[in-house]
């Protein structure tokens, strides 16, 4: 009788980093199944992925998740009570910034640059997560100004909502520059100068 090889195996945590790295760089509607095939390797299959993955879908809302609970961390500042709100919201900024920019995976923020070019009714869920974890972080940075009115820092006056969504803008704005190889040097001079806003809506 003929032995049968072993079956061809794959660690499935370092398959979803390699798939991450193909959505970051391509976008979900960009990559294809025969290129998430490949970057996979080991031989794998197309019987073999699905019952791994499931589908397409179901390994890029692995991978969003994944991504959150990873690279996404450097936004947590936004939530850390025992930053005052200004360095909450310029450390949030620069991590992110310099995660955007290193070496060893794709440049700028798979939430910004992950998101399908033109999601229709029946396929927008599929950008949702991505949805949401921009929201969640606008809300960090409203979060962030709110409290500095709230504890003096700011004018009663100032405009929340404006300044918070000026910080957000900036950020998902990063990685467009990112992606152009702006030097972070020049990036964090940016910030530099952005914080500024902050200073101008500061109570003499």
């Not at 499935?12 to 390699?18: D, F, M, P, T, V």
């Not at 179901?58 to 690279?71: D, M």
């Not at 996404?72 to 955007?100: F, G, H, Y």
């Not at 190889?181 to 500061?202: C, F, G, H």
Request: glycine share 6%; hydrophobic share 40%.
């Amino acid at each position: 009788m003929t032995k049968m090889g072993r079956p061809r195996t794959f660690d499935r945590q370092k398959a979803i980093e390699q798939a991450l790295h193909l959505f970051w760089e391509q976008g979900y509607e960009s990559t294809s199944l025969s290129q998430l095939k490949a970057q996979i390797g080991n031989g794998i299959t197309a019987p073999s992925f699905y019952a791994a993955f499931g589908s397409k879908e179901q390994l890029f809302q692995e991978v969003v998740q994944f991504y959150i609970q990873s690279y996404s961390k450097v936004t947590d500042s936004l939530w850390d009570d025992n930053l005052s709100p200004k360095e909450a919201i310029e450390q949030t900024l620069r991590r992110s910034t310099q995660m955007q920019c290193e070496l060893g995976h794709p440049k700028g923020c798979m939430v910004a640059l992950g998101i399908m070019s033109a999601p229709t009714a029946e396929n927008i869920h599929i950008a949702q997560p991505l949805t949401d974890a921009r929201a969640r972080t606008l809300k960090g940075f409203t979060r962030c100004v709110q409290r500095g009115v709230d504890a003096g820092y700011l004018l009663e006056n100032t405009n929340v909502q404006a300044l918070s969504n000026t910080f957000c803008s900036f950020l998902f704005g990063i990685s467009i520059s990112a992606r152009d190889d702006a030097e972070l040097s020049v990036l964090n001079d940016a910030i530099t100068e952005l914080m500024k806003l902050w200073t101008l809506a500061e109570k003499s």
